[in-house]
């Protein structure tokens, strides 16, 4: 398997992740073997406080980063997207949305990047929404050597991935035919169709006009944001694949982790194992 959230969002076809939450943590190759063990876990659930706090900053920080229109502001439309998908009310979105464009107090958090190694060499990506970087900086470091995996340098894994523009749809919207012809008539440079839906990537810098082409055409997308793609894929099995799915697991629940992307591959036999 490839590719496929985090607070965000609704997850990896192939992590840091498809949205059915903004906290789609995972958005690369494993997240969507990741997010199949979760569900049927039911941790889900369990979870849905921490999600909304994942979505509620993502929308600050996306209001106070741009207009606080998300007709006008794609990441905070994207946020907004997550949070309906999981039913947050819409006071709650609408308050967020103020605290970020400076009409409420709280509104401190800044983006953070942490890259390193997980458990049989996979290479991670964590991006994170803090108000103390010392404070996170110091959890993250002891969630990857908790579960054996370890904390590098700015850059240290980045080489491994591309950033990507990332639109998705469910796969009942259009077959894969009509959706490559659109998104190949919009600017896209790969589209990826299965049974759980399509992903269409673009340059970050043509991200808006796919993404606009493709809504005049299909509507509303489930999800869509800029993303980590990774580039290779890393085979895991054994102790290390367990091991790497209760790190990506503590990161999710870290609220100030947005979002992971890993490039690991697992095989359908390790991925029913773990999800007995």
């Known amino acids: 398997m490839w590719y496929a959230p985090c607070p965000l969002g609704a997850e990896m076809m192939g992590f840091v992740g498809n949205i059915n939450e903004l906290q789609d943590t995972w958005i690369m190759a494993g997240h969507s073997q990741f997010k199949n063990i979760m569900h049927r876990k039911g941790k889900q659930d369990a979870k849905r406080a921490r999600v909304f706090t994942k979505i509620i900053r993502e929308l600050t920080v996306a209001a106070r980063s741009g207009l606080a229109d998300p007709a006008l502001n794609p990441r905070l439309r994207a946020g907004v997207m997550a949070a309906r998908e999981v039913n947050m009310p819409k006071d709650t979105i609408e308050r967020a949305i103020k605290r970020g464009s400076g009409d409420e107090e709280g509104s401190g958090f800044e983006e953070v990047r942490y890259e390193g190694f997980g458990p049989g060499g996979v290479a991670l990506i964590v991006e994170a929404l803090t108000d103390n970087r010392n404070r996170t900086a110091g959890d993250i470091r002891t969630t990857f050597g908790r579960h054996g995996g370890n904390l590098g340098e700015t850059g240290s894994v980045a080489f491994m991935f591309e950033r990507v523009g990332l639109v998705r749809y469910p796969a009942a919207r259009a077959s894969a035919d009509a959706m490559f012809e659109a998104a190949l008539e919009a600017g896209a440079t790969d589209v990826r169709s299965n049974r759980d839906g399509h992903e269409i990537f673009s340059a970050p810098g043509e991200f808006n ?19 980590w793609r990774p580039t290779g894929a890393v085979a895991v099995a054994g102790e290390a694949a367990e091991n790497l799915f209760k790190l990506l ?3 999710e629940d870290n609220d100030d982790v947005q979002r992971v992307a890993a490039n690991f591959e697992i095989s359908d036999d390790v991925l029913a194992r773990l999800s007995a």
């Open 249 to 251: 697991e503590a990161l």
């Open 209 to 227: 006009a796919v993404r606009e082409a493709l809504e005049r055409k299909f509507g509303e997308a489930a999800e869509a944001r800029l993303d």
